[in-house]
């Protein structure tokens, strides 16, 4: 039996009549960018979320690229993100000019080390932080929100992971997306509400960064060829939007899937007497964790590349996200960072492992999968 990390078409089979009708309608209408389908969705979507406002953009890195300058954070200005993302999370920051203050993170949840945030806020002059709700958990927002009254500080919310997730704010449970003054979201196909191809969001409250961010998406111009600033080509396809439109019903059906299967990992874990550590799933009474990723981590870089090509022979698909952490990447070298800087994040790279996730994953697959782990541990 193999079993894939993820897998794409087991949701289409079952959604392809629906699909194919829109892109049909689509197609017949021959209004194939923005246009009343994207309008549809955007609206859609922020009502999903609870905003005001959604922009659809061609993909999540254009969409942050896009919220960094929407904001105002030009060349020299000081942003801190976590060193432990994936890639876009700090390019965005670089496209604009500014410069990346990394930090380390938290080593339960992977996301940014609050602490080492606010060290660095008493000591620089910072412009923004961009946190990122990694894997799909949400960041603990409640402090990050004091520490951006306390320092005046922009936050743009790194959404790509975690639509559908949720955290409580003075006793108000909200989602991720619709707790800062700008977010983002990538529907990248492998993403918990995913495209089929290349597509992304920018979502606000503020009706002045919505309408900046709408011109940006279009070359900076409200009236073609009339342009106002200098922004980029990136709009969000019909097609995609209309398939999107569709899949979002489906995303609170798929999400509680997701939380599923993270409980029967956990409860296989148990009953086979693995001794990793594994993202626990716990009742708190709103949704903070949606399970985008399923993360384990292991004692060390030997067991868990043992573990990785065990499970590669067997067919079981694993990831390792990520195998180098933003700051010891060769294009920020200019930025000083160097290997020991950020130990927790190092060490994660090091000996986690994404196990397969995705909705449509059957209880005998992730048995299957425990079972190899439990078999390679004892190798
Ligand atoms: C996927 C992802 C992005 C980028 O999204 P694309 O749509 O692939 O451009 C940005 N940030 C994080 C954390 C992501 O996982």
């Known amino acids: 039996m193999g079993v894939p990390l993820f897998d794409l078409t087991r949701q289409y089979n079952s959604l392809r009549e629906e699909i194919l009708k829109e892109i049909d309608s689509v197609l017949s209408d021959g209004h194939v960018i923005l246009g009343p389908k994207v309008e549809e969705f955007e609206n859609e979507l922020a009502k999903y979320l609870g905003t005001n406002y959604a922009v659809g953009v061609a993909n999540g890195s254009d969409a942050l690229y896009l919220a960094v300058q929407a904001l105002g954070i030009e060349k020299g200005d000081k942003v801190i993100t976590t060193t432990y993302s994936f890639f ?31 060290k660095i806020l008493k000591t620089e002059k910072i412009s923004a932080i961009i946190p990122v709700h990694l894997f799909g958990q949400s960041v603990d927002f409640n402090n990050l929100l004091l520490l951006k009254e306390k320092f005046n500080v922009k936050i743009i919310e790194d959404c790509a992971q975690s639509i559908g997730s949720e955290s409580k704010i003075a006793e108000k449970v909200l989602k991720t997306g619709n707790l800062a003054e700008i977010s983002t979201i990538s529907f990248f196909p492998t993403k918990n509400l995913g ?19 709408k011109i940006l998406r279009q070359h900076g111009a409200s009236t073609k060829y009339y342009h106002e600033t200098v922004g980029i080509n990136s709009r969000l396809d019909a097609v995609h939007a209309a398939i999107l439109k569709i899949k979002l019903k489906y995303l609170d059906f798929w999400i509680e899937r997701r939380i599923e299967i993270a409980k029967t990992y956990q409860r296989f874990f148990e009953k086979f007497g693995i001794n990793i550590q ?18 384990v981590q292991f004692d060390d870089e030997k067991t868990r590349d043992k573990v990785e090509s065990h499970l590669k022979e067997k067919g079981i698909g694993t990831a390792i996200y990520y195998p180098k952490s933003l700051h010891l990447q060769k294009c920020f070298e200019e930025y000083g960072y160097k290997e020991g800087d950020f130990p927790i994040a190092e060490k994660a790279s090091k000996t986690t492992l994404a196990l397969p996730i995705f909705p449509e994953l059957r209880d005998d697959e992730i048995e299957y999968v425990c079972r190899e782990i439990k078999n390679a541990l004892e190798l």
């Open 88 to 118: 876009a999370t700090a390019s965005c920051i670089t496209r604009n000019g500014a410069i990346p203050v990394f930090v380390d993170i938290d080593p339960e949840t992977y996301n940014l080390d609050l602490n080492a945030v606010e």
């Open 195 to 213: 495209a089929y191809g290349d597509a992304g969001a920018v979502i606000t409250n503020d009706e002045v960064l919505y309408k900046k961010v």
């Open 278 to 295: 594994y993202p626990k799933v716990e009742e708190k009474g709103y949704r903070y964790h949606v399970f985008h990723q399923y993360v």
